[in-house]
């Protein structure tokens, strides 16, 4: 990748220096130099991996033991214990519409004689499925009053929840069937009060990306957080503090924000004005609290609004109120909320956050004036930058734990001295640790990147043997994961295992064909392997083979050994007796292109050799709306088919990196869920969020959109974006901007030098910050999933940059006209006539591999041959080639399409339900009698 130019370089390290003052948001020295730490002081050991062992994971805690209580949002409890075996503990029952289900978990400070562990969680209820109405009366929201439960159960001595054990504590009210923010972290300080984090629990989209204050009296309670985050007589939106008594009751320590009796008030609340307060924890030295706050989304300060999104890490040394929803950051003028009236889309007055703001919300019950704001202890992502050491990406804070040395202790991988009292933050989207040291007046010290080789970090805790234990969200590609990052000082390292099997379910008996593949040691030694398969038999094999017989749930576990004696382990979960459901999501499609206000229809498969007949009632599909790495769950449908409606976003501005997710979900009499996920693609997005780069960067200017482009573009550079579905866009609009030599831009499919779409010149516009839109025509374009390109050609030097690009789309005809490419030879397949079978066999497209793609509804679809315009058919039930020899189309003549996450479509005959293959790599006729899609299984189907 080339370099900077000397004077753009000159403006990135200057917008550096302007954002390094922004550190520390209270009185004291900036932030200092970081250290490196040494990655080769720790290790990384994999406890836990993929759903069946994490499920969505949550929270987790670690006991006396080391064994690790970790939480799943459908409701599940797991314990892994210190070699990294998993068991279910429990399946609580909960309402997991949006963001509710199963959050936090903790052990209690005397687990060691009562077994006691606390959750926060939504019991189901009587709340009716699906969203609740917008607009209406109390009478219409009435049903979705619901609540949310701290409770107390005993872990029995097997590590088995005693789910009748329960003691409701804490109950807090929420109103349920819109998004967004539960909160639900729990901790305990030294002295054995129990702290919990709520969230504001409002719907943050329809607000343009600033504060929800919407008080039109006939909107859903749930657009106003001033009934809960800024309402003192509310649990929601807070820092809670309590003593839990022997009864499973509490009373309330002195010392909080109110005390007990004062009017319009709750005696729990600690501290106040938080958004979502997602991840909290307790100093236990010091009692001092500390969390991430997530933020709003606007990219822009408005001054009849208020500012640019930003979130916070906090450090709560007593009772106070941070602001939520009127003041953020430091509270300055431009930091802070106007007041709006959303009838009228007027403005007001800016809030007193010195003064203490006012509630003027008729859903308030609290008091009408608050405690004044409190600044944040860091800030970043808004106006007034990020801390260098933070980097770029999403603003995603997560919180985390203090570590403290315990010289007493003699385990051999507790962190060293050097980091006692550093702050352990976590960032989801930017995917980093930071260890924070703090200065003598409690402001930001030294900010070191600790070494993480995970992905998404959802929770953080110290263990009682002084490793840190991360929960890792994962990325959506079954890759989750619970993690034990131990000091070992630059010593031999543990081996890594790696687990995996060809098949984790079905009927007996059951052959599975287990792998070591990505196992591995550090130090590169060899490695001896130990599979124990559950049933009391073990393979010394690297790759063994074992069959089962007796139906059941087997927890196979490999370990690997390196020559010096340590181990690694990693287990799988097999179920013998039961088939996962196969679920596959025909459309939409993935990569299919939307604006937000669509209906988009949806067609779900399932298939259970168990269930037999589908209950269609039972499949599940959800709209999420992506944001960067994360998305937020929107609403949902049941059904197999059906369609939902994409909500218009009002929370992110035009230049966010936002997408939809559809997610198709059934789970089977024996319990075995499936899914199917689908991303739909915006028309319009930011050129600079690419996926993938050959020599482009990101360039800043105050005249784009966001303030930042594609930029830096030279000649035969690309941008690539995944997935994306173009077979209906007629037309591609950049706006662009030059002050350089100009250019054009190709718009190609699968690779940089794949198929050309169009081609746009782009004209010099005079300088960086002076933008032109320029469009083309497109045509050619395959009917499938694919990754676009945009490659960029020119003279020498820096050609020109793209703020965003926008596809028109047309409608599609209703039976397209398609060429069928086996993915295994590159050949398009051929219709010579109706009694020769269809073969993979042609460089081009002509009239003999041409076909009309005729939908018949309910996602299945025949093939009409141009040539003849005659039928394929599956012959003989499917026995036999295919033939295109039918003047109609029935059951032999029916087939699914089977959308792969390649971008490849693989075909599916109703009629036997097995998949169309090129037989022998394409040279042999295509038939349908395959179970499984492999290489010989894939095409592409290219719209004509």
Known sequence: MRKIPRWRLWLTAAATLAASAAVSVTAGAPAAQ???????????????????????????????NRSVIHTARDGTIRVTDVNGNTKQAAKLSVYTHDEEGLQGIAVDPNFATNRYIWVYYSPPLSTPGGDAP???????????????????????????????????TLQVDNDRGQCCHVGGDIDFDAAGNLYLTTGDDTNPFESAGYSPIDERTNRNPQFDAQRSSANTNDLRGKVLRIKPQADGSYTIPSGNLFAPGTANTRPEIYAMGFRNPFRM?????????????????????????????????????????????????????????????????????????????????FRNTGQATLPAARPSWIRYGGDAGTPPEFGGGSESPMGGPVYRFNA???????????????????????????????????????????PWTGTQVMDMAFGPDGALYVLDYGTGSNNQGLFRIEYIGGANRNPIARAAADKTSGAAPLTVNFSSAGSSDPEGGALSYLWTFGDGTTSTAANPTKTYTANGTYSPTLRVTDPGGLTGTASLVVTVGNTAPTINLTAPGNGQLFSFGDTVSFNVSVSDPEDGTINCGRVTVTYSLGHDSHAHQITSKTGCTGTITIPVDGEHDAAANIFGVIDAAYTDNGGLTSRSTRTLQPKKRQGEHYGATSGVQPADHAAAEGGRTAGFIENNDWISYNPYIVGNATQFTARVSSAGAGGTIEVRTGSATGTLLGTVTVPVTGSWETFTNVTTSLSGAPSGTTTLYLVFKGGAGNLFDVDSFTFTTGTPPANPVVAWRARVNNQYVTAANATTALIANSATIGATQRYDLVSLGGGNYALRSKANNMFVCAENAGANPLLANRATAGSWETFTLVNNSDGSVSLRATVNGMYVVAENSGAGSLIANRTAIGPWEKFDLITQ
């Open 34 to 64: 970081a250290a490196p730490i040494p990655a080769a002081d720790y290790q990384q050991v994999s406890l836990a991996t993929g759903s069946a062992e994490l499920g969505e994971p949550m929270s987790l805690a670690v006991l006396p």
């Open 134 to 168: 917008v607009t209406g009366t109390a009478a219409d929201f009435a049903p979705w009053k619901g609540h949310l439960r701290l409770s107390r159960f005993t872990l029995n001595a097997d590590d088995t929840v005693n789910t009748g054990s329960e003691r409701i």
């Open 281 to 361: 924890s307790v100093d236990k030295a010091t009692g001092i609290v500390y969390l991430g706050d997530y933020g709003p989304d606007s990219g822009t300060t408005d001054a009849n609004r208020g500012p640019s999104g930003q979130v916070e890490f906090n450090r709560i040394t007593s009772p106070g109120n941070y602001g939520w929803p009127y003041c953020t950051g430091t509270n300055t003028t431009s930091e802070t909320y106007n007041e709006w009236n959303f009838a009228t889309n007027t403005t007001g007055a800016k809030y007193n956050c010195a003064g203490g703001p006012a509630n003027n919300s």
């Open 408 to 450: 007493s202790s003699t385990s051999t991988v507790k962190f060293p001295q050097s980091m006692d009292g550093r702050y352990f933050a976590g960032e989801y989207g930017r995917r980093w640790i930071k260890a924070i040291a703090l200065n003598a007046d409690g402001t930001p010290g030294e900010i070191s990147a600790f």
